[in-house]
C-alpha cells in the first residue's frame, strides 16, 4: 500500500512569510544604516545566505513531516513557492519604500549607476556616455527594478530548490 504526501501548502506559507519578514528586515536594516544604494559583495552574500537557508530549512521541514520522504518536484515546488510568496512580501516593501518612505533613492540610484559609468568610461563618447545614462535611467525605474528583483527570485529559487531538493530528496519504496 502507498503512502500518500502530506500538502505542502503549509510550508511554503509558513517558511515564505519567515523569508519575507527576513528580507524585508535586512532591506530596513540597509536602509537606516544608509547603505542601501550601495550595496555590494557582502549584502549579496547576506541575501544569499537568507535565501537558501529559508528553502533548504522549508524543504527538510517538510521531509521530516512527511515520514522523512521529499520527491525532487516536492523540493522543487516548496523552494520556488517559498521565494515568490516571500519576495512578493519584499517587493511590497520595496514599493513603499521607493514610492512612499523615500522616493530619492531611485535618484541616489541613478546617480550611483552613472558616477560609475563616468569612471570606467574614459574610452567612452559623449555620445556613448548619453546612451549609457539613458539605458541607466530606464534600467533604475521603480517598476523595472521590482519586475526585474521578482524574476530573479524565481530563478534563483528555482536554482537552489533544485539543488537542495537534489540534495535531500529521498523517494519512497514503491513496494511497501
Do not use: C
Not at 26 to 49: A, D, K, P, W
Amino acid at each position: 500500500m502507498k503512502s500518500k504526501s502530506i500538502p505542502i501548502k503549509k510550508y511554503i506559507v509558513k517558511y515564505g512569510i519567515l523569508f519575507g519578514i527576513a528580507s524585508i528586515i535586512f532591506s530596513l536594516t540597509s536602509y537606516l544604516m544608509g547603505n542601501y544604494t550601495e550595496q555590494g559583495l557582502v549584502h549579496l552574500v547576506i541575501r544569499l545566505f537568507i535565501t537558501i537557508t529559508s528553502i533548504i530549512i522549508g524543504q527538510l521541514s517538510y521531509r521530516k513531516n512527511n515520514d522523512n520522504y521529499i520527491s525532487l518536484g516536492e523540493a522543487i515546488k516548496i523552494g520556488v513557492g517559498i521565494i515568490v510568496l516571500g519576495g512578493l512580501m519584499a517587493i511590497i516593501w520595496e514599493i513603499l519604500l521607493l514610492k512612499v518612505i523615500d522616493p530619492e533613492i531611485i535618484t541616489e540610484l541613478a546617480d550611483n549607476q552613472i558616477k560609475k559609468i563616468a569612471e570606467n568610461a574614459k574610452d567612452f563618447t559623449l555620445e556613448n556616455m548619453d546612451r549609457k545614462i539613458e539605458l541607466t535611467n530606464k534600467i533604475t525605474s521603480p517598476h523595472i527594478m521590482l519586475i526585474g528583483a521578482l524574476a530573479e527570485n524565481i530563478f534563483i529559487g528555482f536554482l537552489f530548490s533544485l539543488i537542495g531538493g537534489l540534495i535531500i530528496q529521498k523517494k519512497r519504496d514503491p513496494f511497501k
